[in-house]
């Protein structure tokens, strides 16, 4: 598969800064979904990690967290869900983030007042 990354933390104007490479397809194992990536969005953390961090010789390091730089990712099975049918892929990929931290929050919300009204001593 394709993958974006990078071998040397070069300055974004060096040609060789981000590069195309291949990589296996990885392996879904127990609670893992292997999903075809069609689109992706850019994290701020992104360019932070890449002027930074060297990797190892020799190798690459793949960019990407919440939506890998990469043709196929591995997926937690709870976070994993369909593309909303009114999104094309490259909107939905910039949801992608801000969504799970929304969908994280809310659940947290619920799970604080579901259990205060059964038991006003929990918390």
């Known amino acids: 598969m394709m993958a974006i990354g990078y071998r040397h933390a070069f300055p974004i104007a060096n040609p060789n800064s981000l590069l195309d490479f291949e990589l296996p397809i990885p392996t ?9 990536v069609k689109a992706v969005s850019g994290n701020p953390v992104h360019t932070k ?28 099975e709870r976070v994993v869900g369909p593309k909303p049918e009114t999104l094309d892929s490259s909107h939905a990929a910039a949801l992608s983030l801000t969504a799970i931290t929304a969908w994280e929050l809310c659940s947290i919300i619920w799970v604080y007042s579901w259990a205060s009204s059964q038991n006003p001593t929990v918390f």
């Open 28 to 36: 879904a194992f127990e609670q893992d979904f292997l999903v075809e």
């Open 49 to 76: 990690v890449r002027a930074s961090a060297q990797p190892a010789a020799d190798t690459y390091r793949v960019l990407g967290f919440d939506a890998t730089k990469a043709e196929f990712h591995l997926v937690y």
